[in-house]
C-alpha cells in the first residue's frame, strides 16, 4: 500500500491548513487510516485517526483545533488545520493499517510561523 501526502507549507499563526492523503488501493479496504508528526528533535507523536466506521480520535494537543475526515468519494483522508500553532511545526506523516499491517507515506511538511 502507498500513500501519497500532501497539502503542507508555511502558515502563519492562526491561519489554516489542510493536509491530503490518497491511497493507493480502495478506502474501503482500510481499517484505520491516520496522521502523525515528527517535530525536529522530537520522537514521531500521534495526531488523529479516522476508522472506517468515520470513528475518530484525536491527540489532545489538536482537539478542537485539528479535524480529520476521509472523503470516500475521492478516496482519500484530510487533515484540517485550524488555529496553527508554532508547536505544530513538524513533518506530517499519514498511516494506514490494512489487516492489522501498517503503511506510512513519505511525508509533508508543515511550517507554522509566529
Known amino acids: 500500500v502507498q500513500l501519497q501526502a500532501s497539502g503542507g507549507g508555511l502558515v502563519q499563526a492562526g491561519g489554516s491548513l489542510r493536509l491530503s492523503c490518497a491511497p493507493s488501493?480502495?478506502?474501503?479496504?482500510?481499517?484505520?487510516m491516520s496522521w502523525y508528526r515528527q517535530a525536529p528533535g522530537k520522537q514521531r507523536e500521534f495526531v488523529a485517526e479516522?476508522?472506517?466506521?468515520?470513528?475518530?480520535g484525536y491527540a489532545g494537543a489538536v482537539k478542537g483545533r485539528f479535524t480529520i475526515s476521509r472523503d470516500n468519494a475521492k478516496n482519500t483522508v484530510f487533515l484540517q488545520i485550524d488555529s496553527a500553532k508554532p508547536e505544530d511545526t513538524a513533518v506530517y506523516y499519514c498511516?494506514?493499517?490494512?489487516?492489522?499491517?501498517?503503511?506510512w507515506g513519505q511525508g509533508t511538511l508543515v511550517t507554522v510561523s509566529s
Open positions: 498511516n494506514a493499517e490494512v489487516r492489522g499491517e501498517h503503511f
Open positions: 488501493i480502495s478506502i474501503f479496504n482500510i481499517y484505520i
Open positions: 479516522v476508522t472506517n466506521y468515520d470513528n475518530k
